[in-house]
């Protein structure tokens, strides 16, 4: 089983030389640490910056540089920033290459919740709505069950929805899926976990081949 | 009009009364207008509507607002950091419209634009849409969405000059510069106020026929939200 420091890893390698990526908050900015160094890849963050680097050093930072989780960063040679309209008009326009983002839930339909608990917690879409309705290439990253053990991939979303048949593939403390009009499709397992154990851990539709590979960080 | 300079923010808030619609520049508390904000709190208007993408925290940004009670409603993307905020509207004091940051941003540029509606995939299917016509455009679904209607601008630039003309700093940017220009009074507050001519002209962000009112702060805390630092190679512990 993996810790959300392995999720990350493993979708690193999702991240192509040449991508420019959009890292949601939690998990997906996890990834940034991850990404082989012998490629080249522009992180975009949705408050307006291009060629996101890592944090500054002690003393160096900047308030007038934060990234969408409100953190002080730092820019990498090439980077730009912008305002927020011409952010999200690389977003809806399609010119950012890879999305990854969290979520409280799937569906095996591609659907997406991760912004909102009616009665209890309303902290807002934020930018995941317009990410997520227009990105052609959408990994989630997330648990595979929540807090209380219940299964966080579903036959129909329960909380209100962020988008509509979305999610491409998603990647789990358990298992790497993606998603196909048969449901979810069980592409790899985390190391030491059985098809049995991610089965009993998905609600929703589970397609398992004959063989299913562990995955390789 | 070309004439925009004034001494500060009591003189550029001349007219804001309760009741009216306010836009509010800002990411979190990188960029925001803490003069006008604090000019805000001084005069205690109530009931404002308040589009900004966040609400502050609880003790700086629109946070000094809501802890008035100055705030009938909010329209944000994400409001997450700000505890009394949650309080008043789960109890429904507080109205909360909230609506996609990229939709945010476009009703904002549609205003200044003169454009009335657009059209957005964002939030199709969900409760957003809700209400709201919708098309399809070569086998996709999309979401009409207004342009803003807001009485004043509030924003927050690096450097102006008399004329106007704004430069923002690093994402400092965000929401600003797509405000300007979108309320019937754009007050811009900056850290550095020069004569006409000091800027470069093809550096300029924005042009000054999108600001009315431009004056010099003063006192910036400029808070930061998520400090987040990493260790210096070979340094130790």
Redesign the interface.
Known sequence: MLDKNGIAQRIAKEVKDGYYVNLGIGIPTLVANFVRDDIQVEFQ?????LGMG?????G??????????????TTLPGAS?????L??SM??GQHVDLTILGAMEVADNGDIAN??IP?KM?????????LV??AENIIVAMMHTNKAGQSKLLKQCTL?????GCVRKVVTNLAVLEVTDDGFLLLERAPGVSVDEIRKATLGRLVVPDTVPEMQL | MIHKEVANAKEALQGVASGMTFMLGGFGLCGIPENAISELVRLGVKDLTCISNNAGVDDFGLGLLLQGRQVRKMVSSYVGENDEFERQMLSGELEVELTPQGTLAEKCRAAQAGIPAFYTPAGFGTEVAEGKETREFNGKMYVMEQAFRADFSFVKAWKGDTAGNLIFKGTARNFNPVMCGAAAITVAEVEELLPAGSLDPNQIHIPGIFVQRIFEGTGYEKRIEQRTVRKRPGSNG
Do not use: C, H, Y
Request: proline share 6%; glycine share 14%; net charge negative.
């Open positions: 963050s949705e408050n307006g910056v890592p944090f500054p050093f002690e160096e930072e900047d308030a007038d540089l934060i990234n969408a989780g409100k953190q002080t960063i920033f912008f305002d927020s309209a952010s999200f977003i809806r912004w909102k009665g309303v902290k807002g879409m934020g930018g995941a709505m317009d309705a227009s209100p929805l962020t988008g509509v």
